[in-house]
């Protein structure tokens, strides 16, 4: 099913189910490459989830900033590359909500443990916000906030599923959203954790 959240904004509940094991395999080889670090920000606090990237750039903080990198910090490496599951699963559901021609160069994992959350922010590292952002949920469940395109626009609050898939862009890509410290619970694919992948289409950097 199909849930709209806002004028370009989707909920597409549990499709991505059927090949959860199949993600997570990957995100274990990924990780055997480049693996979950803990990753601190500009002001010296930490950034709550573990992450890592796969594609042809990565996400990265630290006390310069946040940007992306086409060298995995950690490794001196480049990022493991992108599997073609991965880029398959987000263009093909892209697509199927309206956005064509959806090319991620850039996946973001993020590990949730335990107490761990997001707080509210906007998605503006990018240098291309006509292309929409798709992200997947694996494992132990989230609450997630999905505000306005101001900060004190009052957000409304989705539960997000093992093999939920939500694609927002357009009009709603610069949205504030956050996740709630996820609670402690079980799932029987990844314990106590939680998975998402954020699939981008930086545009060009640099
Ligand atoms: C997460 N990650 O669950 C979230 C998934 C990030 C990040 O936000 O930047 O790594 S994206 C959450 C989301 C869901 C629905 C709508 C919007 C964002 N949004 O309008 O921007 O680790
Ligand atoms: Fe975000």
Known sequence: TV???????YLLKGVAQPIAENLLTEITHITSLSPFRQMSTKSGYYVGAKMTNCGD??????????RYTAIDPLTNMPW???PGLFE????????????HH?????????QYAPGIGMGLHQDKDENDYTQPIVSVSLGVSA???????KRNEKPSYHL????DIVIWGG????????IQPIKLAHHNLTGQLRYNLTFRDTGTII
């Open 3 to 9: 849930i709209k959240l806002a004028e370009q904004s």
């Open 88 to 99: 398959t699963l987000a263009e093909k559901y892209a697509s199927l909500v309206g956005f």
């Open 143 to 149: 609450i997630f906030q999905f505000g306005g395109n």
């Open 57 to 66: 750039l990565g996400w990265v903080s630290d006390h310069k900033g946040y």
């Open 80 to 82: 493991p590359s992108m």
């Open 102 to 110: 959806f090319h991620p160069n850039a996946c973001l994992i993020n």
């Open 171 to 178: 009009l709603d890509r610069l949205r504030f959203h956050g």
């Open 160 to 163: 997000l599923n093992h093999g």
